[in-house]
């Protein structure tokens, strides 16, 4: 409870395509205000805007917020006390409040077509003045009115915007904000298809679901005066506001995007960063718990989260911080959590190269999608040029050498048992430069010149397909 009221929060998207990482940051905020309180959180689908619909979106939604071990209190899968909780099911009730907006007069039919709205706009814009509804149909006759109604004619609902008056409100992270209504426009409430905008649904729905706490971008800000005015018309209190700041890509120049790698909740899951340490690192964006501490498990972060301690400074995106977190909680987790975690990134791995690869790579991944990009070599055999044998550090090695080494190392390893210690001996017993040994070595086992601990791999490889790539490797400088 906070101030005697149980506190409600809602995250509120529309179904317009996957969950944005920035959502999943919202909503862990909201998330965690209601928990703190022992409130409820709430998921409402705001569908008014059908041409942006993206089917199975709600579904692929709510699936993503599970994925990361969250859940809702009420929404549309479960309902509850203040469904239905998608718009396009509320129609009726948007009937009833705007009717009774209409009856106060404090919003107003308008007849005008798209053709006088688009010339009133190019007018406006060619005499600098910015562009906004002058209230023709404020002025129709209540008979005027009628008869346009009567007639058909088609019309959208406008909200009264008094002239020249300052909205002030209080933003929990930005502190006092204020608006002149010069500024504000008309806002369209009900659209001509009956279906209300964002702005209408939105107010109605945060006061009939009771909400407390709206946590939303603060490409709302300039929304929120309307909403106020709403607020004040229906003579609602309205909820507490706080504007997050956007997400900035990771370098610092302008709103996250696709640029810099996927905007998508799911997408960071696929890539194989673990649940937790996403939402660890989303906590730490946006909000400073105000000492040293950076890892949270969410029961923390509910105990300690905190609006007045939101950001004022957008955050920027910080992937290495990212990588960081998630290389933390990759080693917090014990070999059988990990073997679940590998058999799902590498699924043709057998129990047993699970078990091999796990000390092996756990130190050296930051994600899991590491892995079959570290482990390709085990499961495929990889084309590489010859020259690639050759090269070490600037320069090329003398190919007999080189084929002497592969030799005699194919050799050895009709003997697969203590690999490590007897490879040493090899290499000392031959005065080899272990620099160079180590680099043919890894381009014949893997193709490559990085590669994870490469003896140690070789279990996980076996004899027989450590011999055939030897074989390989020999052949490709000897014919
Ligand atoms: N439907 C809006 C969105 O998708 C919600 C904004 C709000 O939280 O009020 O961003």
Redesign the pocket.
Known sequence: MIDNKTVRTRI???PTGELHIGTLRTLLYDYALARKYNGQFIFRL?DTDQKRYVTGSEKRLLKTINAYGLNWDEGPDIGGPFGPYVQTERLEIYNKYIKELIDKGFAYYCFCSQERLDNLRVTQKASQKIPRYDQHCLKLSKDEIQKNLDNKVSYTIRLIVPKNETIIFEDAIRGKIKFNTNEIDDQVLIKSNGIPT?HFA?VVDDHLMKITH?F??EE?LTSTPKHLLLYRYFGWEAPIFAHLTVLLNPDGKGKMSKRSGSTHAKTFLEEGYLPEAMLNFLMLLGWNPGTEKEFFTLEEFIKEFDISHLHKKSPIFDRKKLDYINGYYLRQKNDEELSVLFKKFLPQASDDQIKILIPVLKERIVKLSDLPIQTKFLFENIEYEKSLLLEYKDKILDSKLVIDMLRKTKEFFNDFSNLQERLTNLIKENNWNIGEYFMVFRVAICGSKFTPPIVDCLPALGQEKTLKKLEIAISKLTN
Request: net charge neutral; glycine share 10%; aromatic share 20%.
């Open positions: 509120a998207p529309s705001e964002y939105a709206v939303r971008g709302w």
